[in-house]
Structure formats: C-alpha cells, structure tokens
T-cell receptor
Framework: QKEVEQNSGPLSVPEGAIASLNCTYSDRGSQSFFWYRQYSGKSPELIMF????GDKEDGRFTAQLNKASQYVSLLIRDSQPSDSATYLCAVSGFSGGYNKLIFGAGTRLAVHP | DADVTQTPRNRITKTGKRIMLECSQTKGHDRMYWYRQDPGLGLRLIYYSFDVKDINKGEISDGYSVSRQAQAKFSLSLESAIPNQTALYFCATSDSGTDTQYFGPGTRLTVL
C-alpha cells in the first residue's frame, strides 16, 4: 500500500513567522510532488509542484524535495492569518497500469495575529 | 466562470435513494476523477477516467458507479445510498501527460 504521511497538526505559528509543513512518502518510484491548500469546506487549490531534488520557490512559498529520504516539505515565509488552512501533500504513484496521485490526510495550519 | 463545476453543491437524501452527482469541465482535459473526503482520512479515489472509453475503479469504488458522457462530463452515481456515504465529494481533472489535478468546488452529500 503506497502511503503519504503528514502530521495532522494543528501547527500553530505567529503572524510573520515561517511555517514548515512536512510530508513523507513510501513509493521510491514517485516522480511528481504537489502541495494543495484547502480552506474549511472548500476544494483543494494547487499551490506548488516539484519534480527535482532541491528547492523550488514561488513567492512566499518554497517546496523542498529529498528523494533519497522520501521527504517533501513546504515552507511558508511571512505567514499571514489568511494562510490558515489545511495543506495536503500529494505524490504520484504508479498502480493498476496508471500514474495516480496519492494524497496525505493534510496538516492543519493556524496562523495567529 | 469556473473551469470545473459540480452539481448539486449540497444534497440531503435518505437511505436507499439513488443519487447522481455531476461534473463538467471547460479545461479541455482528457482525465477526470471522483474523490470523497472524510474528516481525518484525506482524499480517497473512487473512480477515474483517462478518456471517454477508459474508466477505472479507484480504491473505494464499492457502492458507486460512474458514466463518462463526453470528454467534458463525468457523473458519479450512488445506486442505493447509505449513511456511511455521507461525505464531501470532489471531481478533478488533469491533462494527459501531467499529474497535476484541478478540483471542482465539491458536493456535500448527507445520507439520512
């Protein structure tokens, strides 16, 4: 069973701080890694994707990938109360003849003023 | 206008009723997916379709069926709804050759 693990949280950070969200995965063959943000009762919204080892930055967000350790993380700089949401990690996995996304259960982030 | 739409957005029904959830997309994507989300369990794949003639079961397909009426339309049916099918249901799409998925707004289904 291919798995994606995330700490459920809540992760509580003060406004302006860096929030660090982590995700581990079990399938060494995974090639694509995604972070989605989901506000309560809303649909997941794509924030970033990363394919290669290292860092990828987009505005206040940085995704970090370490395939050897099977670990992907999301850093949010200058956290704002509007960043309070659940963050879903998704990893591509090959099964049943197709590549599909496997989602973690999400980490709830709370940014307090 | 939204690229991926779902109808209805909310539905309350009774045990044993047949329910259909519909998804439409204007993104031109070949691939469409149905997920359910339960608190603490994340998104679980019910069915997926890589084109009109290619439909596959996901990890939790029991009690569900689907129809891909056209490239842009993918419907999910609950033949005889039961209370443990109460959940948030999402449709998603992706382009062939990429794993990036885009989600519709969701349908909140309550089975009494």
């Amino acid at each position: 069973q291919k798995e994606v693990e995330q700490n459920s949280g809540p992760l509580s950070v003060p406004e302006g701080a860096i929030a660090s969200l982590n995700c581990t995965y079990s399938d060494r063959g995974s090639q694509s890694f995604f972070w989605y943000r989901q506000y309560s009762g809303k649909s997941p919204e794509l924030i970033m994707f990363i394919y290669s080892n290292g860092d990828k930055e987009d505005g206040r967000f940085t995704a970090q990938l370490n395939k050897a350790s099977q670990y992907v993380s999301l850093l949010i700089r200058d956290s704002q109360p509007s960043d309070s949401a659940t963050y879903l990690c998704a990893v591509s996995g090959f099964s049943g003849g197709y590549n599909k996304l496997i989602f973690g259960a999400g980490t709830r982030l709370a940014v307090h003023p | 206008d939204a690229d991926v739409t779902q109808t209805p957005r909310n539905r309350i029904t009774k045990t044993g009723k047949r329910i259909m959830l519909e998804c439409s997309q204007t993104k031109g994507h070949d691939r469409m997916y149905w997920y359910r989300q339960d608190p603490g369990l994340g998104l679980r794949l019910i069915y997926y379709s890589f084109d009109v003639k290619d439909i596959n079961k996901g990890e939790i397909s029991d009690g569900y069926s689907v129809s891909r009426q056209a490239q842009a339309k993918f419907s999910l049916s609950l033949e005889s709804a039961i209370p443990n099918q109460t959940a948030l249901y999402f449709c998603a799409t992706s382009d062939s050759g990429t794993d990036t998925q885009y989600f519709g707004p969701g349908t909140r289904l309550t089975v009494l």
